[in-house]
């Protein structure tokens, strides 16, 4: 029986078989079918990277979050572009879960409340949106997760620093080198790609591993 690795590696196999894998100075000669199966491929391999290296993290993680939100903890979720739908998108599959009889648990999005993202906005600074708004939220206990292709971003760097200081789980997702996320964050991802694209499907796919495993951890079936 194939472990987990050689399941993932035998995917990827058959992607980048299924094309010749032309050098860059090829691309211009692919025809699109290839390009489809080389994009692919190139996904492919980067969440196998991503999840060798991070499964044991991963579920120390899960574990953690399960037994917060069965003390009654939640969870605040921000991020910028296309990470805030991944970080709205995390969010809602706690407060509406889509598969029957999984427990739902409290989340907020605080990208969400436009009025107030805009009135922190234009009276203070764009850098302020998260941080203000986890001041008032957020209580000792909490999980704070920032979602970041770059780790770069001032709101969210503020964000979790300020979710240190109170005490509560800082869980960061972020791409490239990580930027400052690493010595901000109990929980720190880093997708080891510099293209945006391969580092957000990394992130949406985290988003489901995630919270099915958080729900597993605590008690329900696994059905996925």
């Not at 050689?6 to 050098?23: C, D, H, I, M, W």
């Not at 690493?182 to 080891?192: N, Q, R, T, W």
């Amino acid at each position: 029986m194939r472990s987990p690795e050689e399941k993932v590696g035998r995917l990827r196999y058959l992607f980048v078989n299924a094309t010749l894998q032309p050098s860059p100075a090829d691309k211009t000669t692919e025809s699109f079918r290839e390009k489809v199966l080389r994009k692919a491929g190139e996904s492919i391999e980067m969440k196998e990277k991503f999840f060798i290296k991070y499964a044991d993290q991963i579920e120390a993680l899960s574990r953690e979050m399960a037994t917060r939100f069965a003390r009654g903890n939640k969870l605040l979720t921000m991020g910028n572009g296309g990470s805030l739908c991944d970080a709205m998108h995390f969010a809602v599959e706690f407060t509406h879960p889509i598969i029957e009889k999984r427990a739902a648990f409290p989340a907020i999005s605080l990208m969400t409340d436009i009025a107030t993202m805009t009135a922190i906005g234009n009276d203070a600074d764009f850098s302020r949106i998260f941080v203000d708004q986890l001041r008032l939220l957020g209580n000792p206990g909490d999980m704070a997760l920032a979602v970041s292709t770059s780790g770069k971003s001032p709101n969210l760097i503020y964000a979790l620093e300020e979710a240190r200081r109170r005490d509560m789980l800082t869980i960061a997702w972020s791409g490239k080198d990580g930027g400052r996320f690493p010595e901000l964050a109990d929980y720190s991802f880093i997708v080891p790609s510099f293209s945006i694209h391969r580092i957000q499907e990394v992130h949406a796919t985290l988003v489901h591993v995630l919270w099915d495993l958080i729900h597993i951890a605590a008690g329900a079936e696994d059905v996925i």
